[in-house]
C-alpha cells in the first residue's frame, strides 16, 4: 500500500472532473479524497496498491473528457488519516 498526493493543474474545474475521478479511483479500489482548490487546480489523495495509484495518476493526466490537463504533480503523502472508500471534499 502506497499514498499519494496529487494536483492537477489546467482546465479541471466545472468539468465534471472530480466526479470522474471518484469513479475510476472507486473502479481501482482506492482509498481517498478529490477537491478543487480556490487557485482553480484539483487536489486529490489516493491510496492503495502501487500499480493502481500508478493508473489513477496515468489517468488524471488524461483527464476527464471536457478536461485539458497541463500539469499532474504527485508527491508522497503522510497517513495523517485513516482513509475508506474514496470521495468528493469541499474546496479548499
Not at 496529487?6 to 473502479?27: K, S
Not at 480556490?38 to 500508478?54: F, I, L, N, W
Request: glycine residues 10%.
Amino acid at each position: 500500500m502506497i499514498r499519494r498526493r496529487l494536483v492537477v493543474t489546467g482546465r479541471v474545474q466545472n468539468v465534471f472532473f472530480r466526479d470522474w475521478f471518484v469513479e475510476h479511483a472507486t473502479a481501482l479500489g482506492l482509498d481517498g479524497w478529490v477537491r478543487n482548490r480556490a487557485d482553480g487546480s484539483v487536489e486529490a489523495v489516493v491510496e492503495g496498491a502501487a500499480e493502481m495509484v500508478e493508473t489513477i495518476a496515468g489517468c488524471a493526466r488524461q483527464g476527464s473528457p471536457a478536461s485539458r490537463v497541463e500539469q499532474v504533480t504527485v508527491s508522497d503523502d503522510a497517513p495523517a488519516e485513516t482513509l475508506a472508500g474514496f470521495g468528493k471534499r469541499a474546496t479548499l
